[in-house]
DNA sequence: TGCCTTTCTGGCACTTAGTGTCATATTATT
DNA sequence: AATAATATGACACTAAGTGCCAGAAAGGCA
């Protein structure tokens, strides 16, 4: 078995525990034992008990970087996302991941260690979209409105994603794609403080900075 | 001495450590016997050696809401800021304190485990955020709009903060109040997706979101 | 296939992080 | 001054995490 294959299976079962019986409740000898892997080999792929889901963390918020990467600067973001986020663009093994980030992100409010690990992973989105923003608009990563811009994209998908999973895991709020796309959609174009995501696609309220939530519609 | 006290007196020793000679190379027993402590009080005030400098990062960050929350309506933020940051109105301790949190946020890049208790203030920071901007605009603080409002704002200072402490520290380019008054009350400018500074505050650009760097200067 | 190098793993001893518990010291209250 | 409440110290204990070495597993090469 490959490295990054063990590292995504400790992941995946430190994430089942930490769901089942709290991060406090589960040992580093469970995450091994459950792994089936000796509790030497747990230590020697992470730093720390809490950085065991970094990786489901780390896919989740890099993924998002990535999809603006490849995002055509011709075409609209939200026949993007469609084709970005469809299902059968996904293996089943991506969207049991993302089950798994949604219910880890459900119990972030009582888990202070595992909002940790989730802000560093968002953190290492946000270096990422700066990259990509700085080459979309042909600039340079280190300018202070490039990495301010990241932060504030970065910062908005946190929210939806937080926002998402607390609906549809604690309150049993099932979004359909369409919603989430709309409101990620909306939500980057709030916080776009740079014009990289040109063509703004068209916009009945002719202001690109309009948001359109489940108030105003 | 009264628990908070020595809750801080443990923070800033455990700070100067930190800076010293690495939160890897500084222990528990290190901590105690700076402050003249026994190890047990350590981990009665601090869950994790990391969350040692947790108050320093809180303060920081919650006291911006405070200077949000506190801002009259009919004045335009520079002013405020100038008023909220003057040293005649900080005590030479927090003086003292402001710079220490400076000189951490210097060496997050090569602390992976302090970024993540700085990302974690931030957040209380941005917590803080949303009730003071649900406040100011008469709304509640659980709107997906204010939340998202809090985090954008809240992301801003902290990429005002992050760049100045490294702007200070690392490369010695000392900046004025002014400047940094001037970088921060911009950002938040272009960070707030919602009314909730009014009255705007003159700009000769006739456009709020207009960002003044030293690009365009 | 057999040999060799590289990489990954297990086991064990060890240090540090962090907790539970109880006795003592300190502070506040009246 | 007596008492209650709270903060601390000391000690034993569990869990987190590291260093080290030997062995297993995978990958190149004749």
Redesign the pocket.
């Known amino acids: 078995?490959?490295?990054d294959e063990?590292t995504l299976r400790l992941a995946r079962h430190a994430a089942t525990l930490f769901l089942e019986r709290g991060v406090?409740a589960?040992?580093?000898?469970d995450i091994?034992q459950a792994a089936?892997?000796?509790?030497?080999?747990v230590?020697?792929?992470?730093?720390?008990?809490?950085?065991c889901v970094a990786p489901l963390f780390s896919r989740s918020s890099l993924q998002f970087a990535c999809h603006l990467r490849d995002w055509p600067t011709d075409r609209a973001l939200e026949p993007h996302l469609q084709i970005c986020l469809a299902p059968e663009n996904q293996s089943a093994q991506d969207i049991a991941d993302g089950i798994l980030v949604a219910r880890l992100l459900a119990v972030l409010p009582g888990e202070p260690d595992l909002r940790a690990s989730w802000l560093l992973a968002c953190h290492e989105g946000e270096v990422h979209m700066r990259d990509v923003i700085a080459f979309r608009l042909d600039r340079s990563a280190n300018e202070f409105e490039i990495r301010l811009c990241a932060a504030l994209v970065s910062a908005a998908v946190r929210i939806v994603d937080e926002t998402i999973s607390l609906a549809a895991i604690v309150h049993g709020q099932v979004l359909s794609a369409e919603e989430v796309i709309e409101r990620l959609a909306n939500a980057i174009r709030t916080a776009s403080t740079l014009p990289f995501c040109d063509p703004v696609p068209p916009d009945p309220f002719g202001d690109r900075r309009t948001m359109v939530t489940e108030a105003s519609r």
Request: proline share 0%; net charge positive; no cysteine.
């Open positions: 078995m490959s490295q063990t406090s589960t040992t580093g000898d091994a089936g892997v000796s509790k030497r080999t230590w020697r792929h992470f730093r720390t008990k809490e950085n």
